[in-house]
């Protein structure tokens, strides 16, 4: 996309480096801030692409690092052995999540963007990112799953602060009815402003053009369609 700004930031946890990526367009004055927790590929071209199609002259996006400055996947084996490790230990996952925001908050900030004009989205493994901001009580406006894993080691002990949006393909096979009944119940305890949208005859990675794996992990660009709209939705009414 011409006229956009993609430059890296760097950011530690527990003395580990990680780098994500800001994203706007030049000469804009936004006034939304978006953190984007990418899929199991991590900070990555895909990820870059995908972050421009969200952008607009209104809004920051921050790719964040979930997995280091020196882990950039590069086959599906490596990204799930890296999605497992970092899931593996939810406590550290939940630090990153929480300075990748906190990053973004000033990177946001030094461009105009008031402190309490944030929002959380992810896709697949970032999904799962975006509800573990939501359950660990993140200051952010919303908190959106495209297509992400539902299930947790810590769920939420308190309503997230902002609503919570799950996009989800009905028939994805890495998000089973258990997984959606436990998660609604999970919301429901803590009396979460939560919404689960099932997408019929759709299966996992519905948003991603190269997903083409028939039965497992698909592009759907019409389902895609309305999910992008589903989220817009929302943030336009938190962000009003």
């Known amino acids: 996309m011409s ?3 993609n430059r890296a930031v760097d950011y530690s946890v527990q003395g580990k480096s990680y780098q994500g990526q800001l994203l706007y367009q030049q000469d804009a004055t936004p006034d939304r801030a978006l953190l984007m927790a990418p899929n199991f590929l991590g900070v990555s071209e895909r990820a870059v692409a995908q972050a421009e199609k969200c952008l607009d002259e209104n809004t920051v996006i921050f790719i964040l690092d979930p997995f280091g400055a020196q882990v950039r996947p590069g086959t599906l084996q490596e990204a799930m052995d890296a999605m497992a490790a970092a899931r593996a230990d939810s406590e550290l996952l939940r630090q990153v999540l929480l300075a990748a925001l906190a990053t973004l908050r ?18 697949c493994f970032g999904g799962a990112c975006a509800l573990e901001l939501a ?12 297509h992400g894993l539902l299930s947790t080691r810590q769920p939420a002990t308190a ?3 902002g609503p919570v949006l799950v996009l989800n393909g009905a028939d994805d096979p890495m998000v089973t009815a258990e997984d959606r ?13 939560w919404t689960l949208v099932n997408y019929g005859a759709t299966v996992h990675s519905f948003t991603d053009p190269n997903a083409n794996v028939p039965g497992r992990s698909m592009y759907n660009p019409t389902v895609a369609r309305r999910a992008f709209a589903a989220m817009a939705d929302l943030l336009d009414e938190v962000l009003a």
């Open 3 to 5: 006229g956009v700004i």
């Open 106 to 123: 000033e990177e946001a900030g030094a461009l105009g963007v008031a402190a309490d004009r944030l929002a959380v989205f992810g896709f």
């Open 135 to 146: 359950r660990c009580g993140a200051d952010a406006r919303a908190f959106i799953s495209f």
């Open 159 to 161: 309503a997230p602060v």
């Open 181 to 193: 009944q436990a998660f609604m119940a999970e919301m429901d305890a803590v009396k979460a402003d």
